[in-house]
């Protein structure tokens, strides 16, 4: 599946150059079962958005794309996914301040 697709890629692009306003995630992807992360930004490969690798420490930051396209987990070494239903519903700093507050994402 592929994880950006141009209408994506176009949003986040977008967001990235509204560094001022606090946006809302574009897509959701996940993995391995408890990893999570909400993409709200793209500059170049990296992506910026709320990571949770479901340590219990939810957190802002930058993931390579590329990267996340070149994980997999085991035992079946199924790949990152992107939820297709995804909708942000609030800002990334609302997603960031639950996710702090609970110990992970739940979006």
Not at 3 to 17: C, D, F, M, P, S
Not at 37 to 45: M, P, R, V, Y
Not at 83 to 100: C, I, K, N, Q
Request: glycine content about 12%; proline content about 4%.
């Amino acid at each position: 599946m592929q994880l950006i697709t141009r209408g994506l890629e176009k949003k986040l692009l977008q967001n990235a150059a509204r560094a001022e306003e606090d946006r809302r995630p574009v897509l959701k992807l996940f993995g391995g079962g408890a990893c999570t992360w909400l993409i709200s930004e793209k500059a170049g490969d990296s992506l910026f958005g709320l990571c949770d690798l479901g340590l219990g420490l939810p957190e802002l930051g930058y993931v390579s794309l590329s990267e996340l396209e070149s994980l997999k987990f085991p035992p079946f070494g199924l790949g990152v996914e992107r939820d297709l239903g995804f909708e942000a519903d609030r800002s990334l700093s609302d997603y960031a301040r639950d996710a702090r507050d609970n110990g992970r994402i739940a979006a």
